[in-house]
């Protein structure tokens, strides 16, 4: 399975591999050089230390790596009126009454804490597409769905939300 990213998306990725290789590789390498000089490897913990985060930062460029070779490129694009990605919809729980603002957002940004839903979820399926007035039904799984009316609808930008770590 591909995961739908934005241009917005990849490019926030480049930049974070291009940080990490001209910023984060040269220091955590001179870290593993410094540690490594102080002597006994068997019990350096700065050593140790050093080179888990020097991996960790390989690992997170070959994941941003893969991540944008294997995207599909997708469209910030919708109409006006429509529910499309980088839209805030404010949905109000048919069952309750409550009122939730929610950002839909690709997958790499999700972030449910701070009102950012994925595309992909049950909810950011069900809305795209929709407009102000609609009635519009989640499905969760087989058993379990709620209702929801869309609100309002404001087209906003992309450009707080965080490329999500692993």
Do not use: C
Not at 35 to 61: C, M, P, T
Not at 84 to 100: A, C, L, Y
């Amino acid at each position: 399975m591909y995961d739908e990213l934005t241009p917005s998306d990849i490019r926030k990725m480049e930049d974070e591999i291009e940080y990490r290789k001209l910023v984060v590789r040269p220091k955590a390498l001179e870290d593993v050089k410094e540690a490594r000089a102080h002597g006994d490897l068997s019990e350096n913990f700065e050593y140790y230390a050093a080179k888990k985060y020097k991996n960790q930062n390989e690992s997170r460029i070959r994941y941003l790596e893969r991540m944008i070779k294997t995207a599909k490129v997708i469209s910030e694009n919708s109409a006006v009126d429509e529910v499309g990605i980088n839209n805030t919809v404010t949905v109000e729980f048919i069952d309750d009454g409550t009122e939730e603002d929610y950002k839909i957002v690709t997958t790499v940004r999700g972030n449910s804490l701070e009102g950012l839903i994925s595309n992909e979820s049950p909810l950011g399926k069900a809305l795209l597409g929709k407009k102000v007035g609609d009635m519009v039904h989640v499905q969760v799984n087989a058993n379990v769905g709620y209702d929801v009316e869309i609100k309002a609808l404001k087209n906003t930008e992309d450009d707080g939300d965080k490329i999500r770590s692993f």
